[in-house]
């Protein structure tokens, strides 16, 4: 069975930095892109970076040059940096993967999502 595990959440002050992980397990042939979203108490779940297979990120432009977004396919791992953490990134962040799972077949999975609160 595929899981999705985050970690690296918590309270940080504004201007503070903190480093999300999410690792895959399971039986994967392939990851395709991987991502992290994220959800505030009240708004629907937005999307906050990917990374394709081959390297390439996006960012949504409340957070470009303060997050970073990485991957280590041999790890089944992805990453987000977090810097310059304001209090309207407070939410509970969830890691999105596409995963082949059996030939042919790509399926998105999430994590069970990590909260992060910004506040002083």
């Known amino acids: 069975q595929v899981q999705l595990v985050e970690s690296g959440g918590g309270l940080v002050q504004p201007g503070g930095s903190l480093r999300l992980s999410c690792a895959a397990s399971g039986s994967i042939f392939r990851i395709d892109d991987m991502g992290w979203f994220r959800q505030a108490p009240g708004e629907e779940r937005e999307l906050v970076a990917t990374i394709s297979f081959g390297g390439t990120t996006t960012y949504a432009d409340s957070v470009k040059a303060r997050f970073t977004v990485s991957r280590d396919n041999g790890k089944k791992m992805v990453y987000l940096q977090m810097n310059s953490l304001k209090p309207e990134d407070t939410a509970v962040y969830y890691c999105?993967?596409?995963?082949?799972?059996?030939?042919?077949?790509?399926?998105?999975?999430w994590g069970q999502g990590t909260q992060v609160t910004v506040s002083s």
């Open positions: 999105n993967m596409h995963l082949e799972v059996q030939l042919g077949t790509i399926r998105s999975y």
